[in-house]
């Protein structure tokens, strides 16, 4: 069954610092994913999506992900985090089954605290 | 352009109301979908419409629940004989196509006393 895995619930990081919140999916073939980032009391805000060609997708905010098959990962990276990045990230994995649904499946977020 | 609306934004009912939950897409999407946001089970998908399509209801949880969309538009979530597990933050989304990435709306959460 596809699924999304992303193994860290909680992390601290200093602003400035870089960071990286790893999204591990299932999926029986080439997956759409996306990143989506929830502060609080908000809707989902999409930051950055990959559905095929360049493995490397730049988004908004100053984030990127990087799609490796061989590993089933879609990693997030920021080079320098800021206050404002404070939030919860959630990775999904567009699905298709069937005629045409493309529901996402997500995984459980990471909700990232950012330190003065 | 205008984004994705939901009303109410909060919404408090006695267990055994029904409840009714608005969804605005953005203008000219064509796919409009339904998910639901709570401690337990996370986000999970409930509903899907795309276009003049029969809609995919495998997501809803029990037969309380129902959507409907009307002029390809406005959607309704309803919520029969509600339950207290039913108290989450519902979430509207829109995508201008198939496959196309979803944009959400700021949701409507539900507390059921």
């Known amino acids: 069954a596809q699924s999304v895995t992303q193994p860290d619930i909680h992390i601290t990081v200093s602003e400035g610092a870089s960071l990286e919140l790893r999204c591990n999916y299932s999926?029986?073939?080439?997956?759409?994913l996306f990143w989506y980032v929830q502060s609080p009391g908000q809707g989902l805000q999409l930051l950055l999506k990959?559905?095929?060609?360049?493995?490397l997708v730049q988004g908004i905010k100053g984030f990127e992900a990087e799609f490796k098959r061989s590993q089933s990962s879609f990693n997030l990276r920021k080079p320098s985090v800021h206050w404002s990045d404070a939030a919860e990230y959630f990775c999904a994995v567009g699905a298709k089954w069937g005629g045409a649904t493309n529901k996402l499946i997500f995984g459980t977020g990471t909700l990232l605290a950012v330190q003065p | 352009g205008a984004g994705v609306s939901q009303s109410p934004s909060n919404k408090v009912t006695e267990k055994g109301k029904d409840v009714e939950l608005r969804c605005d897409p953005i203008s000219g999407h064509t796919a409009l979908y339904w998910y639901r946001q709570s401690l337990g089970q996370g986000l999970e998908f409930l509903i899907y419409f795309q276009g003049n399509s029969a809609p995919d209801k495998s997501g809803l949880p029990s037969d309380r629940f129902s959507a409907e969309r009307t002029g390809g538009s406005v959607s309704t979530l309803t919520i029969q004989r509600t339950q207290q597990e039913d108290s989450a933050v519902y979430l509207c989304?829109?995508?201008?196509?198939?496959?196309?990435?979803?944009?959400f709306g700021p949701g409507t959460r539900l507390t059921v006393t």
């Open positions: 989304a829109s995508s201008l196509e198939l496959a196309a990435e979803q944009y």
């Open positions: 999926y029986g073939a080439t997956p759409y």
């Open positions: 990959y559905f095929s060609g360049d493995t």
